[in-house]
């Protein structure tokens, strides 16, 4: 700005919002800037700017402001000042904001704000620019996030200028004066208004979540272990959980209120498609009950059963949990499943009952089925409305009162337990850990009890829900460890951490994920080999349940087998590693593990249908093969018992038991082979019960049975990648369904092709693809027929030639084709 100093528009004498952008708003009454630069000079003042690098630097401001420093576009200052000229008592302003006062006297009661945006070049039309401040205030008082953005809504701002919305509160550091920080997120949005010529209006209907990494580190030592709390959510899937978790989070305003806040923690791109939770996450918030601040650690867990490793990773890190019912559906198998994780490890469980606003909910009915099932009182349920967040406000006190605080001993040496992992690209291994005893900071050393290395602390955070860094991490919180982890092998889930100079005793950490299907992996692109190699490796230190293996077929090259925790966790992995890097892969059947019993009384874990022993071997040598079994849990309502019935005994089922939840709900359990339920038993269970019946299993050992392989056979020779190991009971219809698809797939060849089903040494399906044929006796337009027939039999000879000594070339687009139909 330059001449003579002009006055400043603003709405209102309590709030103002400032441009120097070359083209100030016309005079009106309001403040001076010499005004303003005498308040500057006497308040306390801290400025966050964003240098030609694109950091942040975050310093004290120093009285006179250096228009030089900040000449360039897109080189910002963002400050806010406070000051109390009307309060004796800055306590006032919280009661201030709870008194039926006007606007006016409300923001007088708060203290003028003032945000001032420095910027050379006026901001081009229709560009949005983020903006991050420090917002500074020797009191802790601010009205709360929803009433500061219905004032601005009302006061609709018409000048150029940006909306502050704070995300959380930051405690001050020990040995400072008291001095409160706010983190506040700005946005500026540059749609122009009729207000005046030149002006700019605020976008206040979108907000900001802000990334906080940009704003330096904050400080917990003040959260003793009394003041924290370590839950998570389980539910059943589609219960509710990831929205309970974004109004949790709303609610300590550790994330802004937005329309489009919908599974803020759901961070995959496959989680948002399918809309369910894969991942479990984590998010530290903020929280104050009674006049006391709480550090509130939350987990959220995924609901399907093919992530029950999740879960149990999860509750070993928390204290309590909420166990999350839907008000409509009521419990459901993986209800059941769930309670009884947590149960087992003996943490606080808190009914809650979801979407009591639905029409159809029946809350009390519910509340008395968690009282029948789990013997816990129906009086203690919580009911809310994550959706309409109704009664949310009730959870995080009932957390603080219920939930125990972790039980760790700051003044002993550091010990953490390693529960999650995720790779980045810069930094490398990023380790989540719960700190168990003592403390760490940077620059601290550590050791591992699995591999034995020792790893110097280069950065350690809590999730805000992304990263935020802060000085260190102290008995009972949770929080990630950057550890200039160099191979994607030395972070072990479930290893435990502690200081170099006072290695302990290890924690008994987790039971190892058991695959219970088993796939095959390759490229289709056979160059593409290491690259897939790498994206693999990647993706298992995120998801450390998948077992690998290489192995490599003559049809499809080098490859993997893989083991899951079931057929939607394969189908999860294939979609990550798609999406994620890019791969081209072909995934093969999925196969269950069996045992074959010798009759040396020696046995062998089959993975991988080509180690299967040949028919003359079980004759010979195999005492009997065995498959695994599950027992399952299936609740659905009483019109669809009858057709469920009929599934399971058609799937070799075993009842075990049948019980009513209520007048309407029924409780099946079954004892199945895992190789039936791994197909499409799920789906066929949805079909029947109009997808109203839900489904959990858990291993049950293993059980003799009558199994076979069958193989694919093209011309007499047998396609390693298609073989399968099934019950002989249903060899033939799965080989006239394989033989019958694989022939629309093939290309047809100068001879003939002929596809083949076999066990052993029987053929139980046959498809033929005759050969494309030249027309020889084109050119004989009469005569005698022998000299046709001569032609073709000529042909015919010539077909046996090249089918003796051609092979038949399946593209690798064929066989991605055939899998992915099957599947």
């Given at each position: 700005?330059?001449?003579?100093?002009?006055?400043?528009?603003?709405?209102?004498?309590?709030?103002?919002?400032?441009?120097?952008?070359?083209?100030?708003?016309?005079?009106?009454?309001?403040?001076?800037?010499?005004?303003?630069?005498?308040?500057?000079?006497?308040?306390?003042?801290?400025?966050?700017?964003?240098?030609?690098?694109?950091?942040?630097?975050?310093?004290?401001?120093?009285?006179?402001?250096?228009?030089?420093?900040?000449?360039?576009?897109?080189?910002?200052?963002?400050?806010?000042?406070?000051?109390?000229?009307?309060?004796?008592?800055?306590?006032?302003?919280?009661?201030?904001?709870?008194?039926?006062?006007?606007?006016?006297?409300?923001?007088?009661?708060?203290?003028?704000?003032?945000?001032?945006?420095?910027?050379?070049?006026?901001?081009?039309?229709?560009?949005?620019?983020?903006?991050?401040?420090?917002?500074?205030?020797?009191?802790?008082?601010?009205?709360?996030?929803?009433?500061?953005?219905?004032?601005?809504?009302?006061?609709?701002?018409?000048?150029?200028?940006?909306?502050?919305?704070?995300?959380?509160?930051?405690?001050?550091?020990?040995?400072?004066?008291?001095?409160?920080?706010?983190?506040?997120?700005?946005?500026?949005?540059?749609?122009?208004?009729?207000?005046?010529?030149?002006?700019?209006?605020?976008?206040?209907?979108?907000?900001?979540?802000?990334?906080?990494?940009?704003?330096?580190?904050?400080?917990?030592?003040?959260?003793?272990?009394?003041?924290?709390?370590?839950?998570?959510?389980?539910?059943?899937?589609?219960?509710?959980?990831?929205?309970?978790?974004?109004?949790?989070?709303?609610?300590?305003?550790?994330?802004?209120?937005?329309?489009?806040?919908?599974?803020?923690?759901?961070?995959?791109?496959?989680?948002?498609?399918?809309?369910?939770?894969?991942?479990?996450?984590?998010?530290?918030?903020?929280?104050?009950?009674?006049?006391?601040?709480?550090?509130?650690?939350?987990?959220?867990?995924?609901?399907?059963?093919?992530?029950?490793?999740?879960?149990?990773?999860?509750l070993a890190a928390c204290q309590g949990t909420l166990l999350l019912v839907d008000a409509a559906q009521g419990i459901q198998a993986q209800t059941v499943a769930n309670f009884y994780l947590a149960y087992g490890q003996d943490i606080k469980i808190i009914p809650v009952i979801?979407?009591?606003?639905?029409?159809?909910?029946?809350?009390?009915?519910?509340?008395?089925?968690?009282?029948?099932?789990?013997?816990?009182?129906?009086?203690?349920?919580?009911?809310?409305?994550?959706?309409?967040?109704?009664?949310?406000?009730?959870?995080?006190?009932?957390?603080?009162?219920?939930?125990?605080?972790?039980?760790?001993?700051?003044?002993?040496?550091?010990?953490?337990?390693?529960?999650?992992?995720?790779?980045?690209?810069?930094?490398?291994?990023?380790?989540?850990?719960?700190?168990?005893?003592?403390?760490?900071?940077?620059?601290?050393?550590?050791?591992?009890?699995?591999?034995?290395?020792?790893?110097?602390?280069?950065?350690?955070?809590?999730?805000?829900?992304?990263?935020?860094?802060?000085?260190?991490?102290?008995?009972?919180?949770?929080?990630?460890?950057?550890?200039?982890?160099?191979?994607?092998?030395?972070?072990?889930?479930?290893?435990?951490?502690?200081?170099?100079?006072?290695?302990?005793?290890?924690?008994?950490?987790?039971?190892?994920?058991?695959?219970?299907?088993?796939?095959?992996?390759?490229?289709?692109?056979?160059?593409?080999?290491?690259?897939?190699?790498?994206?693999?490796?990647?993706?298992?230190?995120?998801?450390?349940?998948?077992?690998?293996?290489?192995?490599?077929?003559?049809?499809?090259?080098?490859?993997?087998?893989?083991?899951?925790?079931?057929?939607?966790?394969?189908?999860?992995?294939?979609?990550?590693?798609?999406?994620?890097?890019?791969?081209?892969?072909?995934?093969?059947?999925?196969?269950?593990?069996?045992?074959?019993?010798?009759?040396?009384?020696?046995?062998?874990?089959?993975?991988?249908?080509?180690?299967?022993?040949?028919?003359?071997?079980?004759?010979?040598?195999?005492?009997?093969?065995?498959?695994?079994?599950?027992?399952?849990?299936?609740?659905?309502?009483?019109?669809?018992?009858?057709?469920?019935?009929?599934?399971?005994?058609?799937?070799?089922?075993?009842?075990?038991?049948?019980?009513?939840?209520?007048?309407?709900?029924?409780?099946?359990?079954?004892?199945?082979?895992?190789?039936?339920?791994?197909?499409?038993?799920?789906?066929?269970?949805?079909?029947?019960?109009?997808?109203?019946?839900?489904?959990?299993?858990?291993?049950?050992?293993?059980?003799?049975?009558?199994?076979?392989?069958?193989?694919?056979?093209?011309?007499?020779?047998?396609?390693?990648?298609?073989?399968?190991?099934?019950?002989?009971?249903?060899?033939?219809?799965?080989?006239?369904?394989?033989?019958?698809?694989?022939?629309?797939?093939?290309?047809?060849?100068?001879?003939?092709?002929?596809?083949?089903?076999?066990?052993?040494?029987?053929?139980?399906?046959?498809?033929?693809?005759?050969?494309?044929?030249?027309?020889?006796?084109?050119?004989?337009?009469?005569?005698?027929?022998?000299?046709?027939?001569?032609?073709?039999?000529?042909?015919?000879?010539?077909?046996?030639?090249?089918?003796?000594?051609?092979?038949?070339?399946?593209?690798?687009?064929?066989?991605?084709?055939?899998?992915?139909?099957?599947?």
């Amino acid at each position: 700005m330059t001449g003579k100093e002009q006055p400043l528009a603003t709405p209102n004498p309590y709030l103002h919002s400032v441009d120097f952008s070359g083209r100030p708003p016309p005079p009106t009454e309001g403040y001076s800037w010499e005004h303003i630069k005498n308040a500057i000079d006497t308040s306390s003042l801290h400025v966050l700017r964003r240098t030609d690098k694109g950091q942040y630097e975050y310093e004290q401001w120093q009285n006179q402001i250096d228009r030089t420093k900040y000449k360039n576009a897109g080189e910002y200052i963002a400050f806010t000042l406070l000051n109390w000229p009307d309060l004796k008592d800055p306590a006032d302003a919280t009661n201030a904001m709870t008194e039926n006062l006007s606007m006016q006297e409300r923001y007088k009661a708060i203290g003028p704000r003032l945000s001032l945006r420095l910027n050379h070049y006026p901001v081009p039309v229709q560009k949005s620019i983020q903006y991050f401040v420090l917002w500074s205030s020797r009191d802790m008082s601010l009205p709360s996030e929803r009433e500061r953005l219905d004032e601005y809504l009302k006061l609709q701002l018409g000048i150029p200028g940006v909306l502050g919305l704070a995300t959380d509160l930051l405690p001050p550091a020990p040995g400072k004066r008291k001095q409160w920080i706010w983190i506040v997120g700005y946005r500026y949005s540059s749609t122009i208004t009729e207000n005046a010529p030149g002006t700019r209006k605020l976008d206040i209907g979108e907000g900001y979540k802000m990334k906080p990494n940009s704003l330096g580190t904050i400080e917990l030592e003040t959260f003793g272990t009394d003041q924290i709390r370590n839950f998570s959510i389980i539910a059943h899937v589609d219960h509710g959980k990831s929205t309970l978790a974004d109004r949790l989070l709303e609610l300590a305003q550790t994330i802004t209120k937005r329309k489009d806040n919908k599974q803020v923690l759901d961070k995959l791109k496959v989680e948002r498609e399918r809309g369910i939770t894969v991942k479990a996450q984590s998010a530290s918030m903020f929280y104050t009950y009674k006049g006391k601040r709480y550090l509130l650690n939350l987990i959220d867990t995924p609901g399907h059963m093919d992530f029950n490793f999740e879960v149990s990773r999860s509750l070993a890190a928390c204290q309590g949990t909420l166990l999350l019912v839907d008000a409509a559906q009521g419990i459901q198998a993986q209800t059941v499943a769930n309670f009884y994780l947590a149960y087992g490890q003996d943490i606080k469980i808190i009914p809650v009952i979801n979407k009591i606003d639905l029409p159809a909910a029946e809350p009390d009915r519910v509340a008395s089925q968690i009282e029948v099932a789990f013997e816990m009182p129906a009086n203690e349920c919580i009911q809310i409305s994550a959706k309409s967040s109704l009664n949310v406000d009730q959870i995080l006190p009932a957390i603080i009162d219920n939930v125990p605080p972790p039980c760790g001993d700051i003044n002993k040496p550091f010990k953490a337990l390693l529960f999650d992992s995720w790779y980045d690209t810069y930094v490398g291994v990023i380790c989540l850990m719960a700190v168990i005893d003592g403390s760490v900071r940077k620059g601290d050393k550590i050791v591992s009890a699995h591999s034995e290395r020792r790893y110097e602390v280069t950065e350690t955070g809590i999730m805000y829900p992304e990263q935020l860094p802060t000085s260190s991490l102290q008995a009972g919180q949770v929080g990630y460890f950057i550890l200039n982890m160099k191979t994607l092998s030395e972070s072990h889930v479930g290893d435990t951490f502690f200081d170099h100079r006072h290695i302990g005793t290890p924690m008994p950490g987790f039971v190892p994920a058991k695959p219970m299907v088993w796939a095959g992996i390759f490229p289709i692109d056979t160059a593409d080999f290491e690259k897939l190699d790498h994206s693999i490796a990647k993706l298992t230190l995120n998801d450390s349940s998948v077992v690998v293996q290489k192995e490599t077929s003559t049809a499809l090259g080098q490859g993997w087998r893989l083991g899951f925790l079931g057929t939607l966790h394969m189908d999860v992995f294939r979609q990550r590693l798609e999406q994620e890097y890019d791969a081209n892969i072909i995934i093969t059947a999925p196969t269950v593990p069996y045992k074959i019993e010798y009759r040396d009384d020696t046995h062998k874990l089959i993975r991988n249908p080509t180690e299967f022993p040949d028919m003359d071997e079980i004759n010979s040598k195999v005492k009997y093969i065995k498959e695994p079994m599950v027992r399952s849990t299936i609740i659905f309502p009483k019109e669809y018992l009858g057709d469920i019935m009929v599934l399971c005994g058609s799937r070799r089922g075993v009842q075990l038991e049948h019980t009513y939840l209520d007048e309407n709900r029924v409780l099946l359990k079954y004892r199945l082979p895992l190789a039936e339920v791994v197909t499409d038993f799920h789906e066929e269970l949805k079909g029947r019960s109009s997808g109203f019946a839900s489904f959990d299993y858990e291993e049950d050992g293993y059980d003799e049975a009558d199994l076979v392989k069958m193989n694919i056979i093209l011309n007499s020779k047998p396609v390693d990648a298609l073989s399968i190991i099934l019950h002989r009971s249903q060899a033939e219809i799965v080989g006239r369904d394989w033989v019958k698809r694989l022939k629309g797939l093939l290309s047809r060849q100068l001879f003939e092709i002929v596809i083949q089903a076999s066990v052993g040494n029987k053929i139980i399906a046959r498809e033929g693809l005759s050969a494309l044929r030249k027309n020889v006796i084109a050119k004989c337009y009469g005569g005698d027929v022998s000299r046709k027939m001569k032609l073709l039999n000529k042909q015919k000879e010539g077909k046996k030639r090249m089918k003796a000594i051609g092979g038949v070339e399946v593209s690798q687009e064929a066989f991605y084709d055939f899998m992915s139909k099957k599947k």
